[in-house]
């Protein structure tokens, strides 16, 4: 059961917690970040999940929510990931709130796609992906996914991803990062 | 775009409509399946489809609604089916409407569930599935499914599931199935 106000997903068998001590490096602006944590360690975004056996054939259900809130000009978001087995796909259905999702390939292409009540969004195999909450209230959205997927951070973490999404003069914008491209050789390696 | 209302998707890349006359020896009361027919050709189902490649790794999601109705005292439904590749499972999540999950796999086991907006439910490997409403308005869920599961209805065609959902003294009610059941020896070759 999924409640649709709140993102809380019950039964859950797993419940992870981000907050922005766990995030260092994420946010383009390190000197903003060391300013918000030494405010308070806030909650960015929890993750509601079922946990069937990590089998090839089954799927897992998520529930995530991110929370209202700013690094700097920069919308809170999740840490962004590839999927370990990277030829698996994941179905997004956002049920409460605004957001953004942030899609990039290692061949160097990059997207952003609208999320709001309703909208489905695919995100197809090889694609890493991040969510981002534009709006005032929680950013709630289901994720399916194959349960033999598994979840590689560190290459997000390693040199960020392509376009960020900020909040400027109170227009949602999206700009290219000033950090490396895989697309220009110096990312990943 | 799912719109939680009246279940339409768009854009949808795809769309099948289940009419009565495609449902012959679904509805365990073959007379008064005949008498409905006769009187309209109703509208049973819908279901809106995004439509991936059917590669290993790449998801569908659609759009489910059944329409209330009964015939005779067994409630409209789906047809029912197996995943053709068997070791494929689903998720499905309610956003209108009341209904049950029907699921049997072919050990003779049998659950019936129930659905409700917000509600989440996993069909595992190997599992048949049906979905039936026992609602007064249409009922409505998403399901997400791996694009090469494909689809095997002539199972469930050739011996019926072994759960019926029938309405009567105002109640639901859930019923064996007077049909033969897999695991009796009698129905599956």
Redesign the interface.
């Known amino acids: 059961?999924?409640?649709?106000e709140t993102g809380v997903?019950l039964p859950a068998d797993g419940k992870i917690e981000r907050r922005l001590s766990q995030m260092k490096g994420v946010f383009a602006d390190e000197k903003a970040y060391l300013a918000c944590l030494e405010k308070e360690d806030s909650l960015v975004y929890e993750v509601y999940t079922?946990t069937?056996p990590e089998?090839?054939?089954?799927?897992i259900?998520c529930t995530s929510v991110i929370y209202p809130g700013k690094v700097g000009d920069e919308f809170y978001m999740t840490k962004g990931h590839y999927h370990a087995k990277r030829?698996?796909?994941?179905?997004y259905?956002c049920v409460g709130g605004r957001g953004m999702l942030v899609l990039e390939n290692p061949h160097g292409d990059s997207t952003v796609l609208d999320m709001y009540?309703?909208?489905?969004s695919?995100i197809?195999?090889f694609w890493a992906h991040r969510t981002v909450n534009t709006g005032s209230g929680p950013f709630i959205f289901?994720g399916?996914?194959?349960a033999d997927a598994g979840h590689d951070y560190g290459t997000i973490e390693a040199c960020g991803m392509m376009k960020l999404v900020l909040q400027r003069g109170g227009q949602t914008v999206v700009l290219d990062s000033q950090r490396a491209s895989p697309k220009a050789g110096e990312g990943l390696s």
Do not use: K, N
């Open positions: 059961m999924i409640d649709f997903m079922s069937p089998r090839e054939g089954d799927l259900y030829g698996t796909s994941e179905v259905l009540p309703g909208s489905m695919y197809p195999p289901i399916v996914y194959p």
